[in-house]
């Protein structure tokens, strides 16, 4: 199983930018995806999740700006980010809670898409 992220790159405050993430490989079911980001010199954190039954929690930073997503049928999770700020300067990774063919659940983690909020 592989976690392919893109959308990253480079925006200016008050821009937005739209990251996706797609599953690859012998997945069974997906539970839980989401977002999460670690700035430099900085734990990665939560941005936002989403069950598969459409669920969603966001960190308090990007509630109202942020928006995840995901498509079923296509084992992609988005993440739509608007009103971006410097703060959110991140490399930003996509993660999902996969059952493969054997029915066991492994949390996934995707290489990371580097955002970066400058003027």
């Known amino acids: 199983v592989q976690l392919q992220a893109c959308g990253g790159g480079l925006v200016q405050p008050g821009g937005s930018l739209r990251l996706s993430c797609a599953a690859s490989?012998?997945?069974?079911?997906?539970?839980?995806m989401g977002w999460y980001r670690q700035a430099p010199g900085k734990q990665r954190e939560l941005v936002a999740a989403?069950?598969?039954?459409?669920?969603?929690n966001y960190a308090d930073s990007v509630k109202g700006r942020f928006t995840i997503s995901r498509n079923n049928a296509k084992n992609t999770v988005y993440l739509q980010m608007n009103s971006l700020k410097p703060e959110d300067t991140a490399v930003y990774y996509c993660?999902?809670?996969?059952?493969?063919?054997?029915?066991?659940?492994?949390?996934?983690w995707g290489r990371g898409t580097q955002v970066t909020v400058s003027s």
């Open positions: 993660n999902g809670l996969i059952a493969t063919m054997t029915l066991i659940e492994y949390d996934y």
């Open positions: 989403i069950t598969s039954g459409g669920s969603t």
């Open positions: 490989g012998s997945i069974f079911s997906i539970n839980a």
